[in-house]
T-cell receptor, first 114, second 114 residues
Framework: AQTVTQSQPEMSVQEAETVTLSCTYD???????LFWYKQPPSRQMILVIR??????QNATENRFSVNFQKAAKSFSLKISDSQLGDTAMYFC???????????FGKGTHLIIQP | ETGVTQSPTHLIKTRGQQVTLRCSSQ?????VSWYQQALGQGPQFIFQ???????GRGNFPPRFSGLQFPNYSSELNVNALELDDSALYLC?????????????FGEGSRLTVL
């Protein structure tokens, strides 16, 4: 079984600032994948960034990067130069493989203030 | 836009009734999964279909069932509705069965059970 914990229910920052969202997970799998998904209000959930556990290098996608600490089972998301359009719910998720689906955390509501 | 559409967007049922939710996946996506997202929570995995067969299931009772069709459409059926079934139901498709593949989500069907 997998668990994903997001300890920040809500965060608010000013536009152009950098913000870090926290996520910890637990898994018994040797190989697994970690994800950050973004769910804007009344919009479809979309993938922000993905990390394969066997890759030590942290994933980056433009303004989004992760800090993957495998031993600590930590997977935080850093958003640089935050924009108003980044306002959304952010979900951390993990999967161990096969057809087990994703295990999601409870989410962090990120608000970017103008 | 993810190319995944769900219907209906909203519906209200009473306890004990049955409901069918529908999803149209992206062309070429042979895997579809369904998630239940209660208010203020992260999505929970219900089950996954690959090439019209259920090949993975979360902790949901048998009254949650599904179908996947060759034309990339799928259904989620819930029998004997309970008040706790009130939630947003998300359909997600992918072209790669198993872990690691990006999921493309629909906007969801919001079910209210009275």
């Amino acid at each position: 079984a997998q668990t994903v914990t997001q300890s920040q229910p809500e965060m608010s920052v000013q536009e152009a600032e950098t913000v870090t969202l926290s996520c910890t997970y637990d898994t018994s799998e040797n190989n697994y994948y970690l994800f950050w998904y973004k769910q804007p209000p009344s919009r479809q959930m979309i993938l922000v960034i993905r990390q394969e556990a066997y890759k030590q290098q942290n994933a980056t996608e433009n303004r989004f990067s992760v800090n993957f600490q495998k031993a600590a089972k930590s997977f935080s998301l850093k958003i640089s130069d935050s924009q108003l359009g980044d306002t959304a719910m952010y979900f951390c998720a993990s999967t161990g493989g096969g057809a087990d689906g994703l295990t999601f955390g409870k989410g962090t509501h990120l608000i970017i203030q103008p | 836009e993810t190319g995944v559409t769900q219907s209906p967007t909203h519906l209200i049922k009473t306890r004990g009734q049955q409901v069918t939710l529908r999803c149209s996946s992206q062309s070429g996506h042979n895997t579809v999964s369904w998630y239940q997202q209660a208010l203020g929570q992260g999505p929970q995995f219900i089950f996954q279909y690959y090439r019209e067969e259920e090949n993975g299931r979360g902790n949901f009772p048998p009254r949650f069932s599904g179908l996947q069709f060759p034309n990339y459409s799928s259904e989620l059926n819930v029998n004997a509705l309970e008040l706790d079934d009130s939630a947003l139901y998300l359909c997600a498709s992918s072209y790669r069965q198993g872990a690691g593949g990006e999921l493309f989500f629909g906007e969801g069907s919001r079910l209210t059970v009275l």
